[in-house]
């Protein structure tokens, strides 16, 4: 398996950001962490390994950031209103940065679908509903799309756009609607075993249901825990299957 890191100073974040890339060929697929973890993780944690025979074959081509997390909401000594101003501009750095970086090693017309479990898998499928301009879908293993579940009572402008619980319902803008509809790759997975919260996943798929935006809500059994394990069979399994 080809692997290139490769880093910049990021412009939005005012830091240097590294990114690992995975694969020489095919849709694009960009990795969010989890929590509070850093742009390796999937690599440490045998995700990239469980999904290498996709990526050899060229079907996929992987892009792994840092998330800011530590930085943001899970760092608990700082203001939240400095929280959500941090967040912010880690999604400029993603919109501004990454997809002009994914689109120079791939092309202008490769899709390009986030994937992430836990908070990645809200900060996947945010980036998605935020900007279907740029991004084509996303894949979300063992997510809540509520961010005031991190945000410890925090609420304010930045919040609700960046909680897809709370603007999706209220989204009425219909050229973006139809950019989200036009997706076939909205992917809400979820166990039902150890510290993982189906119901999280099953009240984002009400609310797209109720925007007519299509989208795949799949709830695994109660032995399917909120681990490693769990999301190195979701993720291969749907990239053979559904693409």
Same mark, same amino acid.
């Given at each position: ?19 690992? %890339? ?39 081509? %992987? ?23 941090? *967040?912010?501009?880690? !999604? ?9 970086? %994914?689109? *120079? ?20 499928? !945010? ?8 991004? !084509? ?24 756009? !960046? ?20 997706? *076939?790759?909205? *992917? ?56």
């Amino acid at each position: 398996m080809e692997r290139q890191i490769s880093s910049w100073f990021s412009p939005a974040l005012q830091k240097e950001m590294p990114i690992a %890339v995975y694969g020489h060929y095919g849709t694009a697929l960009l990795l969010i962490p989890t929590a509070a973890a850093d742009f390796l993780e999937y690599e440490r944690f045998q995700l990239i390994e469980s999904i290498r025979p996709f990526v050899d074959s060229g079907k996929f081509k %992987v892009f792994s950031i840092d998330s800011i997390n530590k930085e943001s909401w899970m760092n608990n000594e700082m203001d939240p209103r400095h929280k959500a101003i941090r *967040h912010q501009q880690w !999604n400029e750095y993603v919109f501004a940065e990454v997809i002009p970086f %994914v689109r *120079h090693h791939t092309s202008q017309d490769t899709q390009i679908i986030t994937a992430g479990a836990s908070f990645g898998a809200l900060h996947a499928a !945010n980036l998605f509903f935020r900007r279907p301009d740029l991004i !084509n879908g996303c894949i979300s293993m063992s997510g809540v799309y509520d961010l005031t579940e991190y945000t410890k009572g925090y609420f304010d402008e930045d919040v609700y756009f !960046n909680s897809p619980c709370h603007y999706l319902p209220n989204l009425t803008d219909h050229h973006i609607l139809e950019q989200i509809r036009r997706s *076939h790759h909205i *992917h809400l997975l979820s166990g039902s075993g150890a510290y993982e919260d189906p119901e999280g996943a099953r009240r984002l798929a009400g609310i797209l249901y109720s925007k007519n935006i299509w989208y795949e809500l799949d709830i695994w059994g109660s032995d399917i825990t909120h681990d490693w394990p769990t999301w190195c069979k979701m993720l291969p399994h749907y990239l053979g299957t559904r693409f």
